[in-house]
């Protein structure tokens, strides 16, 4: 797709991967933002975030200091040369944080689930030549975050990053907001150019699990992080699961191993290139495989039809079920990567003998 999504050097002074994004969820005081900001200096920080307008799931819970909170951002521009942004839902915001001239924004996933309010925050940036990161929405919906990046597009935003922060899913679970890596990817792959940050605070919902987390997102070759960071995390007023001190970040980010997109070694070069082409072999040896499969499930269909019986045997499905992901366990796949396949391909199985069924051709 043909969208003009500047380089993340050509804005950000010095920048150098990863990017790191760190302050508090939500802005409290003047002082605990300084604070916060002093101590952050001294880490790989180069942008100072912080939420003035809290979007909270339910009412009654500390829902931002408002404008008030954007004076505080200005003294930690002045005070310690750190770029600062904020979240806006809505026009009025983008109205205020403009007159106080915040570095940069960002819309939040409760936002761009919604393209009224995307329509709407664009419109008031048209002419504006100001950054803007844009978060994944709440639901895994991949057209919902690529409309909200070409909203933007659209009304001249050239300065456009994406934020994965995760997706809502119903239940318990180990993250807060499952991660869901291959709708990143998927961004990547159809617009290539827009750099994307991972934000391992709203991913994890829980200390122990942001640098897990935040070393998924660089070995996966994100552009950078956003990192939830408060002063006293334990009493912060919102979010105080998922932060971490300024000294616990300085201490995670040194810790983090750094991988190369690629390196200009001809060794590697070659070795790679040799086991990418074994790759690329058993690829067209498993659609052959997988080719003849079809075909056979197509006889059973003409089959089951002939003699009136139904396509679903949930005994079989069972039977495949149980014992294919006994031997992919045996063999050291994964009993995730098993169901997924296994259930991708009983599909397509019924997908042809229902076609068979309704006498539709399959080739
Ligand atoms: C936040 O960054 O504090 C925030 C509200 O994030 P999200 O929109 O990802 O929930
Ligand atoms: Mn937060």
Redesign the pocket.
């Given at each position: 797709m043909d969208i003009k999504i500047n380089k993340l050097s050509s804005y950000i002074k010095g920048f150098k991967k990863p990017l790191i994004i760190a302050g508090p969820?939500?802005a409290e005081s003047n002082k605990q933002l300084l604070d916060t900001a002093y101590a952050l200096q001294k880490t790989k920080t180069s942008i100072f975030?912080a939420?003035i307008w809290?979007?909270r799931t339910r009412p009654n819970s500390f829902e931002g200091v408002g404008v008030k909170g954007l004076e505080w951002l200005n003294n930690v521009q002045k005070e310690t040369g750190l770029k600062v942004m904020t979240?806006v839902a809505n026009a009025k915001h983008v109205e205020q944080v403009l007159k106080s001239n915040i570095d940069m924004l960002?819309v939040?996933?409760?936002?761009?689930v919604n393209p009224f309010a995307v329509q709407e925050i664009a419109e008031s940036l048209r002419g504006v030549d100001i950054p803007v990161f844009i978060?994944?929405p709440?639901n895994p919906d991949m057209n919902l975050w690529l409309g909200a990046i070409e909203r933007f597009a659209n009304i001249g935003c050239e300065k456009l990053v994406a934020?994965h922060?995760?997706f809502f899913s119903y239940g318990s679970k180990k993250y807060r907001?499952m991660p869901q890596w291959q709708l990143p990817v998927e961004l990547k792959r159809i617009l290539p150019n827009i750099p994307i940050i991972c934000?391992p605070?709203?991913i994890a919902g829980s200390r122990d699990l942001i640098e897990s987390v935040s070393q998924k997102a660089i070995d996966l070759n994100f552009d950078g992080l956003?990192i939830?960071s408060h002063i006293d995390p334990d009493n912060a007023l919102?979010?105080k699961g998922q932060q971490i001190s300024p000294n616990e970040l300085g201490i995670l980010v040194a810790k983090l191993v750094i991988r190369h997109n690629t390196i200009s070694d001809k060794d590697f070069e070659l070795s790679l290139e040799e086991l990418r082409s074994q790759i690329d072999s058993l690829d067209n040896d498993l659609i052959a495989t997988l080719m003849n499969r079809m075909n056979i499930a197509e006889l059973i269909g003409k089959h089951k039809k002939e003699n009136d019986v139904t396509i679903l045997q949930p005994l079989r499905w069972e039977y495949i079920l149980e014992n294919r992901t006994f031997n992919g366990l045996k063999s050291g796949l994964s009993k995730d990567f098993m169901t997924l396949l296994l259930r991708a391909i009983h599909q397509e199985s019924i997908n042809i003998q229902t076609d068979i069924m309704n006498n539709k051709n399959r080739k």
């Open positions: 969820c939500s975030r939420g809290k979007p979240e960002w939040g996933a409760r936002t761009t978060k994944n709440i934020i922060r995760g907001n934000d605070s709203h956003m939830e919102s979010d």
